[in-house]
């Protein structure tokens, strides 16, 4: 059996690696897998070894040291991570650049934004005098407006509190079922429910396993060592 | 009925790759000596006042009903198991197994009344005072992991290949080693061959050798029947080969089982094993 992976790859990372300046050894090295245009990949790994880094270079915020990440669908920003807004800016002015810099219409945006974020008149306030929950909850919302074919998660738990976290939930895997999405977690309940391929790093080392039970499997074992 | 058969005589022919050819042998030989071939197995219909000789494949049958046993001859010609390809791994084992069985039972006959290859090679034998048959051809040296495998009937002793065993993750077999990439959650790597085991203590030998990956975790290898078996585990704790031994006394004939499983999830490693060497060992 094909999977749409083998056969139009939305996303193709190729021979990649990473190696901090300075560090003696690379975080990892010769990652390759591909990622179809409704592929769910979790990845997994313990503390260190490198998922929020490989997600940062996945979504262009961090260059990588070797290999290429060659992208044939649109991919959102790191979901989960506080960068990419204008602190000085406040969170309205972030939509209106945002929506101008993806093409996206700025009232609706904005309305949708504001529906699902749930920020009201902090909206008004500069970024940079947000809270991390708040910076996240901006970016999912934005992420979620603004529509892309593959999302980028880097510790879903991270935003807001259960209740938001299950609307997260219910935005991304439930009304966005057909859209591809990698999710960096350490929660394997949601990977084992959301998943269905997994990419443990551990080690410097990569693999892809096909079995996503098979993976919480391992990586359970791995977290346990 | 039972003091009819006591009167006859019993050969037991397992189904050997060259069984058709032992029939026809054993057919001409039972004309010229005034007997009547009858395969107990299809009927059980007999010829009243007939002098006949019963085949069948079972030993345990031959056994239970005639109760002398130099009234049976065993043939013992070119150990081998042939199964078809189609087969799923269950109804293997269980063919195994069953096909087995027979070979197993001819170690319970006395030593006389097993014609073996070593016999066969030399010819015409006499299976009873007044029958004597000569084999089809000469007897195949066992080549195949099957035949080889079931050298424990004749030899005592046998090298069981790792492409009889089952193997949970694909296993490369080359030169008396098969080797795997052990990455995967905890598991039964290996398991079979479900041969049928002669009553006695047999000892199962291996090696393993694991990387400096695969050291880490824990092995656990079992030898023995389905249901009690002997048990070691072991966690190598360094790369290397390692010799595994364990003895098992089987007290009853019955189907054997080797296992090797990895007790814990593995990211990384690699683990090449030896086939198995089985011997008896009372």
New interface residues.
């Given amino acids: 059996m094909t999977s749409d992976a083998d056969t139009d790859p939305g996303l193709r990372v190729s021979n990649l690696g990473k190696t901090y300046h300075g560090a003696h050894k690379p975080l990892f090295t010769d990652l390759n897998f591909d990622l179809g245009r409704s592929g769910r990949l979790a990845i997994l790994g313990r503390n260190g070894q490198g998922k929020s880094t490989l997600i940062k270079m996945l979504g262009g915020v961090m260059p990588p040291s070797e290999g290429s990440i060659s992208w044939r669908m649109t991919s959102s920003w790191p979901i989960g991570f506080g960068g990419g807004f204008q602190g000085s800016l406040s969170g309205l002015d972030n939509v209106r650049f945002l929506a101008r810099l993806y093409g996206r219409e700025y009232k609706e945006t904005l309305e949708r934004v504001d529906d699902f974020a749930e920020l009201g008149k902090a909206l008004r306030d500069p970024v940079k005098q947000y809270s991390s929950g708040m910076r996240a909850r901006l970016a999912f919302g934005l992420s979620l407006a603004i529509e892309f074919d593959c999302y980028l998660i880097d510790e879903l738990v991270a935003v807001g509190d259960a209740r938001f976290q299950r609307k997260c939930q219910e935005g991304l895997f439930e009304e966005r079922a057909h859209r591809a999405f990698l999710m960096a977690s350490h929660d394997v309940q949601m990977i084992a429910n959301y998943c269905d391929r997994a990419l443990?790093i551990?080690s410097g080392?990569a693999?892809i396993f096909h079995d996503i039970?098979?993976a919480v499997?391992?990586?359970?074992?791995?977290r346990a060592? | 009925m039972s003091a009819e058969l006591n009167a006859h005589h019993w050969v037991v022919l397992p189904p050997l790759p060259n069984r058709s050819h032992w029939i026809s042998r054993l057919r001409d030989a039972a004309e010229r000596a005034n007997y009547v071939l009858h395969d107990w197995d299809e009927s059980q219909d007999l010829n009243a006042g007939a002098r006949m000789m019963l085949l069948t494949i079972s030993a345990d049958e031959a056994r239970r009903r005639q109760p002398d046993d130099s009234r049976i001859a065993f043939i013992l010609d070119a150990l081998d198991i042939t199964l078809p390809d189609q087969m799923d791994q269950t109804e293997r084992h269980h063919a195994i197994q069953a096909a087995s069985r027979s070979f197993a039972a001819s170690t319970t006959l006395p030593h006389e009344r097993v014609f073996g290859p070593d016999r066969l090679a030399s010819g015409a034998v006499r299976l009873f005072p007044d029958f004597e048959v000569a084999p089809p051809g000469a007897s195949p040296a066992p080549s195949g992991a099957m035949a080889k495998a079931l050298q424990v009937y004749t030899r005592g002793e046998a090298v069981w290949s790792g492409s009889l065993l089952t193997w949970n993750t694909p296993a490369t077999h080359a030169e008396g080693r098969s080797t795997l990439d052990l990455?995967?959650?905890?598991r039964i790597v290996v398991y079979g061959p479900y041969l049928e085991m002669p009553t006695g203590r047999w000892k199962a030998v291996f090696t393993l050798s694991v990387d400096a990956y695969a050291c880490?975790y824990l092995f656990r290898a079992d030898w023995g029947g389905i249901e009690d078996y002997v048990s070691q585990e072991f966690r190598p704790g360094r790369p290397g080969v390692f010799e595994i031994e364990m003895v098992y006394d089987w007290t009853t004939q019955g189907a054997c089982e080797f296992r090797l499983l990895v007790m814990?999830?593995?990211?990384?490693g690699e683990i090449s094993m030896s086939d198995l060497i089985v011997s008896r060992v009372d």
Avoid at chain 2, 183 to 186: E, F, H, I, L
């Fill in positions: 443990i551990e080392r693999k039970q098979e499997e391992v990586y359970t074992w791995l060592a | 990455t995967g959650r905890p880490r814990e999830g593995v990211f990384h």
